[in-house]
T-cell receptor, first 111, second 113 residues
């Protein structure tokens, strides 16, 4: 079946540090890949997505590249801000199927 | 545009009591999802509606959970009776063009004592 694995948190960084949150997946076929973010007290929001191999999703300074050869979709940001503190979820969806979410990685950015 | 609305935001009940959660999706969204999110885990789908029809309820524990979506708009998820292990956040989401564009509500945090 489909599954998503993320690096365990919490991740604590200083403001302006470089961020990487690892995500790997197992799936049949060619899934679409997503990163969702959940800010404190709010619902999940789509951060970025990629629908085919080698696609790069980007939004708000975050990027992730769909790597089929390594079945990965790592999230990166060059310079994090305090406002980026949240829980980040990697997810996949095959065509016509439901989402499978990873366990989430909590990020805390200190001023 | 209003987002997905859920109520209540928090609920504390004793085990064996019933509980219900309500969701109002974004206007015009035909697809509605209920997820359960356990502490430290990602959301897991419980049930998916296309209009008023439940098209995927394979993960819904039918002995104690039930859901309905009357008139294909609002939806209610019920647990009766609740167990300690039901403590979790229950998320509702809606979409108009498939799961890739689903919008999530803030969730209902349930604590069963």
């Amino acid at each position: 079946g489909n599954s998503v694995t993320q690096m365990e948190g919490p991740v604590t960084l200083s403001e302006e540090a470089f961020l990487t949150i690892n995500c790997t997946y197992t799936a049949t076929g060619y899934p679409s890949l997503f990163w969702y973010v959940q800010y404190p007290g709010e619902g999940l929001q789509l951060l970025l997505k990629a629908t085919k191999a080698d696609d790069k999703g980007s939004n708000k300074g975050f990027e992730a590249t769909y790597r089929k050869e390594t079945t990965s979709f790592h999230l990166e940001k060059g310079s994090v801000q305090v406002s980026d503190s949240a829980v980040y979820f990697c997810a996949l969806a095959n065509y016509g199927q439901n989402f499978v979410f990873g366990p989430g990685t909590r990020l805390s950015v200190l001023p | 545009e209003a987002g997905v609305v859920q109520s209540p935001r928090y609920k504390i009940i004793e085990k064996k009591q019933p509980v219900a959660f309500w969701c109002n999706p974004i206007s015009g969204h035909n697809t509605l999802y209920w997820y359960r999110q356990n502490l430290g885990q990602g959301p897991e789908l419980l049930i998916r509606y296309e209009n008023e029809e439940a098209v995927d309820d394979s993960q819904l524990p039918k002995d104690r959970f039930s859901a309905e979506r009357l008139k294909g708009v609002d939806s209610t998820l019920k647990i009766q009776p609740a167990e300690l292990g039901d403590s979790a956040v229950y998320l509702c989401a809606s979409s108009s063009t498939g799961p890739e564009t689903q919008y999530f509500g803030p969730g209902t945090r349930l604590l069963v004592l």
